[in-house]
């Protein structure tokens, strides 16, 4: 399974959403401005997002998206799936050799477990394997 960049793009969304949690909403503008991407392509995204009711557009000049969740209820394979629809590594029948069947479901249920245990404050605090710690050090 390949993920596209509707996908990649609409998890730097969410994480950037995620990372100002509670701080306001954030506009586009400034996520897009922020990770060089297109402003109007993640328009195109959060549409989408919202529809799901993961995000809330705010109105306004001060406006933008938050997220209507806590990032720790809304996992990857939430966003993953409304953006890329089911995930499956290959299209197969009922008719296929049980065998491969076995193999496709399986690589399968493992993708989706990985995704599916992974929330946005995971994605947000993650750091080489390590979670990133408050403390600064001065020398």
């Not at 306004?60 to 629809?85: C, F, H, M, N, V």
């Given at each position: 399974?390949?993920?596209?960049?509707?996908?990649?793009?609409?998890?730097?969304?969410?994480?950037?959403?995620?990372?100002?949690?509670?701080?306001?909403?954030?506009?586009?503008?400034?996520?897009?401005?922020?990770?060089?991407?297109?402003?109007?392509?993640l328009?195109?995204?959060?549409?989408?997002?919202?529809n799901a009711?993961?995000?809330?557009?705010?109105?306004?000049?001060?406006?933008?998206?938050?997220?209507?969740?806590?990032?720790?209820?809304?996992?990857?394979?939430?966003?993953?799936?409304?953006?890329?629809?089911?995930?499956?590594?290959?299209?197969?029948?009922?008719?296929?050799?049980?065998?491969?069947?076995?193999?496709?479901?399986?690589?399968?249920?493992?993708?989706?477990?990985?995704?599916?245990?992974?929330?946005?404050?995971?994605?947000?605090?993650?750091?080489?394997?390590?979670?990133?710690d408050?403390?600064?050090?001065y020398?």
């Amino acid at each position: 399974m390949k993920i596209s960049t509707k996908g990649r793009y609409g998890l730097t969304i969410m994480m950037e959403l995620a990372a100002k949690f509670g701080e306001g909403p954030i506009s586009l503008k400034s996520i897009a401005e922020r990770n060089q991407l297109s402003e109007h392509y993640l328009e195109q995204l959060i549409a989408p997002l919202r529809n799901a009711g993961l995000v809330k557009s705010v109105r306004g000049a001060y406006g933008g998206y938050i997220l209507s969740k806590e990032p720790e209820q809304i996992t990857s394979g939430d966003i993953i799936r409304i953006l890329e629809g089911p995930i499956s590594p290959v299209d197969f029948t009922e008719e296929d050799d049980p065998a491969k069947r076995d193999l496709w479901l399986r690589i399968r249920d493992s993708i989706a477990s990985v995704l599916d245990s992974t929330t946005l404050a995971d994605l947000i605090t993650y750091n080489g394997g390590e979670a990133i710690d408050n403390y600064m050090f001065y020398i």
